[in-house]
């Protein structure tokens, strides 16, 4: 897996019905790859803690359909969050300009 550029969700599928130990190891190199190759440290810290959030979710999670509301939840806090910062500066932008 590592060293891999592209998604193959089948591979992934494959290793994750075969060696599931194998899988999680494969699937935490993949992400800490990822994020390794994320940027600047802001950005890592950032996507290491919503890693851990994921992670979390994933453990305490009764059943998959449980994860993946969770994880839906997160997804539209972060984007209602963002769309509103992003909208006050428009505002605030719009408001400066003269007529």
Same mark, same amino acid.
């Given at each position: 897996?590592?060293?891999?550029?592209?998604?193959?969700?089948?591979?992934?599928?494959?290793?994750?019905?075969?060696?599931?130990?194998?899988?999680?190891?494969?699937?935490?190199?993949?992400?800490? @790859? #990822?994020? /390794? *190759?994320?940027?600047?440290?802001?950005?890592?810290?950032?996507?290491?803690?919503?890693? +851990?959030?994921?992670?979390?979710l994933r453990k305490?999670?009764?059943?998959?359909?449980?994860?993946?509301?969770?994880?839906?939840?997160?997804?539209?806090? @972060? #984007?209602? /969050? *963002?769309?509103?910062?992003?909208?006050?500066?428009?505002?605030?932008?719009?408001?400066? +300009?003269?007529?």
């Open positions: 897996m590592e060293g891999q550029h592209a998604f193959d969700f089948d591979v992934w599928l494959a290793l994750a019905r075969s060696d599931p130990d194998r899988f999680e190891q494969a699937r935490r190199e993949a992400i800490q @790859q #990822l994020i /390794s *190759n994320s940027g600047n440290d802001m950005t890592q810290q950032r996507l290491k803690l919503l890693n +851990k959030q994921i992670d979390s305490t999670g009764s059943d998959p359909e449980y994860v993946l509301n969770g994880l839906l939840s997160m997804v539209n806090n @972060q #984007l209602e /969050s *963002n769309l509103k910062a992003l909208f006050r500066r428009l505002k605030m932008t719009m408001e400066d +300009k003269p007529a």
